[in-house]
Nanobody
Framework: QLQLVESGGGLVQPGGSLRLSCAAS????????IGWFRQAPGKEREGVSCINSGGSTIYADSVKGRFTISRDNAKNTVYLQMNSLKLEDTAVYYCAARRLRYYSSCLTLMYDYWGQGTQVTVSS
């Protein structure tokens, strides 16, 4: 059974850092494109960053230069390093997978499998 489990969320002050992890079971992540998405209260879910099996990455303009996505195929895990966090980064963060190895897009509706989400709160 395919399962994606996010962890690493929490409360952080503006300017701080967090690293989110997305651990997969039931699949081999290497065969999937993986994305991080977020949804703030009252807003639509949006793509934050995505990575395919070839290592190609995409970032939303709002996080470029601050967030870094990476994958460790040996651990079947994808990470999102978030630095210089801002108040507007507050949201529930989800990881998602699409079974298309070299898929190069971060469109929410194109991802098939979703984790349960982890809350990130940036507050002073």
């Amino acid at each position: 059974q395919l399962q994606l489990v996010e962890s690493g969320g929490g409360l952080v002050q503006p300017g701080g850092s967090l690293r989110l992890s997305c651990a997969a079971s039931g699949i081999t992540l290497e065969a999937y494109a993986i994305g991080w998405f977020r949804q703030a209260p009252g807003k639509e879910r949006e793509g934050v960053s995505c990575i395919n099996s070839g290592g190609s990455t995409i970032y939303a303009d709002s996080v470029k230069g601050r967030f870094t996505i990476s994958r460790d195929n040996a651990k079947n895990t994808v990470y999102l390093q978030m630095n210089s966090l801002k108040l507007e980064d507050t949201a529930v963060y989800y990881c998602a997978a699409r079974r298309l190895r070299y898929y190069s897009s971060c469109l929410t509706l194109m991802y098939d499998y979703w984790g349960q989400g982890t809350q990130v709160t940036v507050s002073s």
